[in-house]
Nanobody
């Protein structure tokens, strides 16, 4: 059974950084495309970044960096220079084949981790 568990969210001041983690179980992150999307209250979900099974990453902005550790079966999303508009629930997603929509098109999704950017 495919499971994704996000962690690393929290309250951070503008300009700060966070590293979100997505721990996968039931499958290998080297066999799936793993992505990150976010959803803010009242807004549509937004794909942010995706890393393919082979390790190639795509991202919507330079502030986001996606990476993975196959040995830990974990994918990470580094977010730098956080802004208040980054406040959202961040979800990890998995798709059997290639990345689509920067992670917003998926087969499975985790429960999310809250990121709040505020001074």
């Amino acid at each position: 059974q495919v499971q994704l568990v996000e962690s690393g969210g929290g309250l951070v001041q503008p300009g700060g950084s966070l590293r979100l983690s997505c721990a996968a179980s039931g499958f290998s992150v080297n066999d799936y495309a793993i992505g990150w999307l976010r959803q803010a209250p009242g807004k549509e979900r937004e794909g942010i970044s995706c890393i393919s099974s082979r390790g190639g990453g795509t991202t919507t902005a330079g502030r986001f960096t996606i990476s993975k550790n196959g040995a830990k079966n974990t994918v990470y999303l580094q977010i730098n220079n956080l802004k208040p508009e980054d406040t959202a629930v961040y979800y990890c997603t998995a798709r059997k084949y290639a990345c689509l929509g920067y992670g917003s098109i998926y087969d499975s999704r985790g429960r999310g981790t809250q990121v709040t950017v505020s001074s």
